[in-house]
């Protein structure tokens, strides 16, 4: 409550902690006033104290019209009586309206509405004050039975599943001819909601992100130690490889490539904390708390960090420490893995906000992760590799990356077995097996004619390549998150008065606009834009033919 209190209120700290107090004390919520709202991995707050923490959020708004989804659900009768009487004294101080759909309530809680609305099969059934539902019941002939609750009386006469449809037709056909005309409502010029800046919201967003963070295991720090685990334990099946010598080649040519493949797997966990996010992000935009580049900008901000130490555990301990690296190249082996992990964190953010299902969008991200593995050029060289398959040699991250950490990992190393030579190819082996070189250069050289082994330094431009990939992927994903949280939506037209008398089946008729989440269009043309930025950048740094699907 205090994050959304500095969100939507511009008043001095004091006011602030004061209005959150009043709320906290009036909704029963101080003796669970420290306590996390909970997630899969603590439970936190019970079903009803959450319901009124989110009634809460909502009324440090300040808001003119407040509409409330079932709010009552999840609470004791009590609870919900206590918590109506407390919005009513709100409604009525700040001169608010409050819009509510109650599936059950209580005497007492339906009686406290000024203005009530009973709805079936789309039409309305009665609108008007509680207290006149007894008369009504009567002109309908249905009488309310003493210590009869009005609503759940009314509610039976128009349950077709109770009464019969012919009934609940009687009963809206009655309150058609009563009432022709639907009630026009003017609310005149509302308020505009003044908003904190994108910077303000952005620096409270990177606070309560970075709590979350840190409370929410599965996002970095469980990756952290998910990392050095299978790193380690790839390190230990291959410890004979951290030996300079000619046998050990192959091995630590491969075992660099794990180094590289392995951590950025784990990404796909990652979708399922985005778009669980994602979901409570999307109603705050909705409901005007904070704006989609704050989001985005908060959330770039806090992952630098955190990639950093990602690349930390996935390599100190196992190739440094375990394997023997190549302790030269160490600052550049960090900031590519960095650099190549956060890439695939754009990857998994996209997945995670471009489908509603978190499992549908793990399985696509694993997908990508193995086109990337088995295309990166640790296998075979992407000139074995036929068109257009050899594009995703190009347009995934992992070529990049393993193409420089082999170069980093071999440049400037001497490997036992094999002398220098003034003859051609520049080494010779006095002993039978393999022979690949002296140096490491000669080692890599020898690679490449069947693996992408980096004999040439191309740190910067892999580096550059696999942040425009990022890049890429991180504005589509802000693009999709604008879209599908964007608040503008066309009024749809009242029915006729006439329509309603003759039977209408609803009060008001949708127009055909698509909707983000019911069309995959927009999907589509957010996918061709992405095959042509990537083509294009990759005949740029490539010289390769650009790929046409």
Known sequence: MEYSAELYMQVGTKERKDNIDLIVEKLGLAGCADTGAGNEFFKGMSGGQKKRLSLGVALLKGTSIMFLDGPTSGLDAAAAASVFGFLAEMAYEANMIIVATIQQPSEPLFMSFSSVMFLANGRVAYHDTPQQVEQHCADLGRPLPTYTNPACHFMQLVNSDLVGSDQVDSVLVCWGKRHSAPPQLNFGNLPEHAHQSVMAQTCTLLRRQGLISIRDPSLYFGRMVTFLLANSFFAVIYFMARQHSQEYVLPRFFLVGFFCAVPTMFSAVAVYSFNYQFQLIAKEVGNGLISARSYTLATFVLEVPYMMMLALFAMVVPLYGIANGNIPGFFWTITIM????????????????????????????????????????????????????????????????????????????????????????????????????????????????LFAAGVENTIAKDIGIILIIGVIFKTICFAVVVLRTHRAHAAWPIVSAQKISEGSTAIRERPNIPYIGETRDRYIVVVVFAIVVVSLWEQAFLDTPIIIL
């Open 338 to 449: 960095a650099v190549t992990l956060w890439s695939f964190e754009c990857m998994a953010q996209f997945f995670a906000v471009i489908f509603l299902n978190a499992l549908v969008g793990m399985l696509c991200m694993l997908g990508l992760w193995a086109l990337a593995f088995l295309f990166s050029g640790v296998f075979l060289m992407p000139e074995f590799v036929i068109w257009p398959l050899r594009g995703l040699c190009s347009a995934l991250p992992l070529t990049y990356a393993s193409r420089s950490l082999h170069h980093l990992e071999f440049h400037g190393t001497v490997w036992e077995g094999a002398q220098l030579s003034s003859k051609r190819p520049g080494f010779t082996c006095g002993q039978e097996g393999p022979c690949y070189g002296r140096t490491g250069d000669q080692v890599l050289h020898s690679l490449s004619v």
